[in-house]
């Protein structure tokens, strides 16, 4: 079994920043990318960034500049430093990773999400 547990969500001011964690644990044999994603109220779930295993990144142009996506691999975690936050950036983050299990195949695992709220 595979768990992401996701901390360091919050109440921000305009222009304030906040650091996203989130740790994989169980039965992991190997992990291709992590990343995250958010989803604002009546909106899609959209991808923020993501990194791979080699550390190659990938940002949404909304967050590009602002946002950095990081991870170790020994410790199965990825993180997102966000600054210069917007009251657009208001939304639940989701932490995402593609991964391979021990004696399993390879698939998308989610956390349960960390509310973000920019607001004055």
């Known amino acids: 079994q595979v768990q992401l547990v996701e901390s360091g969500g919050g109440l921000v001011q305009p222009g304030g920043s906040l650091r996203l964690s989130c740790a994989a644990s169980?039965?992991?044999?190997?992990?291709?990318?992590m990343g995250w994603y958010r989803q604002a109220p009546g909106t899609q779930r959209e991808l923020v960034a993501v990194?791979?295993?080699?550390?190659?990144?990938n940002y949404a142009d909304s967050v590009k500049g602002r946002f950095t996506i990081s991870r170790d691999n020994a410790k199965n975690t990825v993180l997102l430093q966000m600054n210069s936050l917007k009251s657009e950036d208001t939304a639940v983050y989701y932490c995402?990773?593609?991964?391979?299990?021990?004696?399993?195949?390879?698939?998308?695992?989610w956390g349960q999400g960390t509310q973000v709220t920019v607001s004055s």
């Open positions: 990194i791979t295993s080699g550390g190659g990144t």
């Open positions: 995402n990773a593609n991964l391979r299990v021990v004696l399993g195949s390879r698939g998308e695992y």
């Open positions: 169980g039965t992991i044999l190997s992990i291709n990318t």
